[in-house]
């Protein structure tokens, strides 16, 4: 890892450690989510090669998986706060900025479709770092000037 290039020491701090343990998971279920999306597009051609991706292997509910996933997601992203201690700027922007595109894209991607499903990967992927990133930075920003 680079943290110690940074001048960070996560084994020195168990609470550096947690939240940067959560965030690893919550990006693992970020791509898992995108990963779904972008996999449906190719259901068809997976089943016929015996592939069986998520998008396959939970055909009948997908989206409920995604919203589950989305679900564990917004959680792994509030634990980081609350390990944070984190302002109401990280938890409006990361947690409630990821509750808004998350539930706008899973509502809205047509799982049939495979140039919907690449749209909504694409675009939904780029929506949902930016809103999640940009509470860490505002996090970051408000704890440098204070």
Same mark, same amino acid.
């Given at each position: 890892?680079?943290?110690?290039?940074?001048?960070?020491? !996560?084994?020195?701090?168990? *609470?550096? &450690?947690? #939240?940067?343990?959560?965030?690893?998971? +919550? @990006?693992?279920?970020?791509?898992?989510i995108?990963?779904?999306?972008?996999?449906?597009?190719?259901?068809?051609?997976?089943?016929?090669?015996?592939?069986?991706?998520?998008?396959?292997?939970?055909?009948?509910?997908?989206?409920?998986?995604?919203?589950?996933?989305?679900?564990?997601?917004?959680?792994? !992203?509030?634990?980081i706060? *609350?390990? &944070?201690? #984190?302002?109401?700027?990280?938890?409006? +922007? @990361?947690?409630?900025?990821?509750?808004?595109?998350?539930?706008?894209?899973?509502?809205?991607?047509?799982?049939?479709?495979?140039?919907?499903?690449?749209?909504w990967?694409?675009?939904?992927?780029?929506?949902?770092?930016?809103?999640?990133?940009?509470?860490?930075?505002?996090?970051?920003?408000?704890? !440098?000037?204070?």
């Amino acid at each position: 890892m680079a943290f110690p290039s940074l001048g960070l020491n !996560l084994l020195s701090s168990p *609470i550096r &450690m947690a #939240a940067v343990g959560f965030l690893y998971a +919550s @990006s693992i279920v970020w791509i898992v989510i995108l990963d779904t999306i972008y996999r449906a597009q190719d259901r068809k051609e997976d089943q016929k090669a015996a592939v069986y991706s998520m998008a396959v292997r939970h055909e009948k509910h997908t989206k409920f998986l995604l919203i589950a996933l989305g679900i564990l997601q917004v959680f792994l !992203l509030a634990i980081i706060g *609350i390990v &944070m201690k #984190a302002g109401p700027a990280f938890f409006s +922007s @990361s947690c409630g900025g990821a509750i808004v595109i998350l539930s706008i894209m899973i509502h809205s991607v047509d799982l049939k479709d495979p140039s919907n499903c690449l749209w909504w990967f694409q675009n939904g992927g780029v929506a949902s770092a930016t809103v999640i990133a940009s509470g860490f930075l505002t996090e970051y920003g408000i704890r !440098l000037i204070s």
